[in-house]
Nanobody, 117 residues
Framework: QVQLVESGGGLVQAGGSLRLSCVSSGRTFSTYRMGWFRRAPGKESEFVAAISRSGGKNYADSVKGRFTISRDNAKNTVYMQINSLKPEDTAFYYC???????????WGQGAQVTVSS
């Protein structure tokens, strides 16, 4: 069973930045497609960004230009740099693993990000 632990959430003023981290216990982390999702209060979970094992990235339209996903395979870690934060970015952010490039099979517990106006 692969475990994921997120960190880096918190309370930030609008316009600010923060970086989320997600550490995986998987031994073959470098082969995984990694992703970030979020769930805002009263809303469904939504896809935010993903990075393939080769480093290819894709983003939700709502975060393009402000969010940057990256990975460090030596540290079994995926990151999400978030800039120009908006109050509507307030959500519970969690990372996920797609080990076979087919479905998101493992999920972390998440980290709360709150953006004040």
């Amino acid at each position: 069973q692969v475990q994921l632990v997120e960190s880096g959430g918190g309370l930030v003023q609008a316009g600010g930045s923060l970086r989320l981290s997600c550490v995986s216990s998987g031994r073959t982390f470098s082969t995984y497609r990694m992703g970030w999702f979020r769930r805002a209060p009263g809303k469904e979970s939504e896809f935010v960004a993903a990075i393939s094992r080769s480093g290819g990235k894709n983003y939700a339209d709502s975060v393009k230009g402000r969010f940057t996903i990256s990975r460090d395979n030596a540290k079994n870690t995926v990151y999400m740099q978030i800039n120009s934060l908006k109050p509507e970015d307030t959500a519970f952010y969690y990372c996920a693993i797609d080990p076979c490039s087919s479905s998101w099979d493992f999920w972390g517990q998440g980290a709360q990000v709150t953006v004040s106006s």
